[in-house]
């Protein structure tokens, strides 16, 4: 059970974070309480799914970067995220590009939550 509301509160910042629901600082204050190497994850992870041949790419990858720069904590959390075995471990076995946001969602919580 503490996994499915883990995987339900990622899925949904995720999401507000991809539809414009969560913007600016209140998506930075949101992140400041996740765990880095979600943060990280979870950026990577909407940077392939928006690549530049992706009709939504501009607003999703410019919400990213509109909390990033509007957020150092954000800017921080994406560094130690990405210094995390996590990183290396699912870039090593898996693409971005392979999961739906659910799948990627349940794969990451369990393995940070296992």
């Known amino acids: 059970m503490a996994f499915e509301r883990e995987q339900e509160e990622a899925l949904n910042l995720l999401r507000d974070i991809e539809s414009g629901k969560l913007r600016g600082s209140e998506a930075g204050y949101r992140l400041d309480d996740t765990d880095p190497a979600l943060v990280y994850l979870l950026f990577t992870w909407l940077r392939h799914r928006y690549g530049r041949d992706h009709p939504a790419a501009a607003g999703v990858i410019g ?5 990033t720069n509007g ?6 959390s994406m560094r130690e995220g990405k210094a995390d075995p996590i990183i290396a471990w699912f870039e090593e076995e898996y693409e971005y590009r392979s999961f739906s946001d659910r799948e990627f969602i349940a794969l990451i919580v369990e393995k940070l939550e296992g």
Not at 63 to 67: A, D, K, M, P
């Open 63 to 67: 919400r990213l970067v509109e909390i």
């Open 71 to 76: 957020r150092n904590s954000v800017k921080a």
